[in-house]
């Protein structure tokens, strides 16, 4: 069984930073790209960044260029989200998924059938 349970989250002052971790298991996480998404309150999921299988390629939602930085150990079965420079804007929940989703920039909003598998997702409540 497929299973994504991310960690990490909580409240933080607009300009701070946090780390996501979501561990994988059940399935060969290193065969798969993978992706994080996140869903603001009364807002649809939107896509943040992505992650190819061997961690050489990587991609960003134009809203979090610069501040969030995706990597993944594969030894670990772990995918990361390093968010620094923290906005209001960034609460929400944050998901991580199997697979790889192509967004041509601006906003993305994702559907769930657009991925295979989703964590639980954690809370990220930027506040001060």
């Known amino acids: 069984e497929v299973q994504l349970v991310e960690s990490g989250g909580g409240l933080v002052q607009p300009g701070g930073s946090l780390r996501l971790s979501c561990a994988a298991s059940g399935f060969t996480f290193s065969n798969y790209a993978m992706t994080w998404v996140r869903q603001a309150p009364g807002k649809g999921l939107e896509w943040v960044s992505g992650?190819?299988?061997?961690?050489?390629?990587?991609s960003y939602a134009d809203s979090v260029k610069g501040r969030f930085t995706i990597s993944r150990d594969n030894a670990k079965d772990t995918l990361y989200l390093q968010m620094n420079s923290l906005k209001p804007e960034d609460t929400a929940v944050y998901y991580c998924?199997?697979?790889?989703?192509?967004?041509?920039?601006?906003?993305?909003?994702?559907?769930?059938?657009?991925?295979?598998?989703w964590g639980q997702g954690t809370l990220i409540t930027v506040s001060s």
């Open positions: 992650i190819g299988s061997r961690g050489r390629s990587t």
């Open positions: 998924a199997t697979g790889y989703y192509y967004c041509p920039g601006g906003v993305c909003y994702v559907r769930k059938t657009d991925f295979a598998s």
